[in-house]
Every structure is written in C-alpha cells, then in structure tokens.
C-alpha cells in the first residue's frame, strides 16, 4: 500500500516541521537572489582578474589598488 503526499493530511505535519520547512525555504530564496545578484558581478571581477601578462589569480586586497 503506497501512500501519496496528498492523503497525508496537514495535521499530520508537526508546527516545528512547518517552521522548519519555511526557514529553509526563504534560506533558500535568500540564496538563490543573491547568487543571481552577483551574476551582475562576474564581468568586472573578470576584467579586474587579468592584467598586462594574462591571468592574474591573486586577487587585490581591499586596501590595495
């Protein structure tokens, strides 16, 4: 006998699992914008990685120029 995710009632799911499931979802969201807000980010970080000789993997330090 299988059981499908819609014959489990929502009674069944406990408040702290619910809450549990929220907080990971927006942690989730959360993420996910903020990966897609430093997308925008990855030209200039490129162009700011290469200099006169080619690659440059040492990035700059956030005192340095």
């Not at 009632?9 to 993420?31: E, G, H, K, N, Y």
Request: glycine share 4%.
């Amino acid at each position: 006998m299988s059981t499908s995710a819609s014959a489990i009632s929502s009674s069944a799911i406990s408040p702290a699992t619910r809450r549990f499931i929220l907080l990971l979802s927006l942690a989730t969201f959360a993420s996910m914008a903020a990966q897609r807000i430093c997308d925008a980010m990855l030209p200039e970080l490129s162009r700011v990685s290469m200099s006169c000789d080619g690659f440059n993997p040492r990035m700059p330090s956030p005192g340095e120029s």
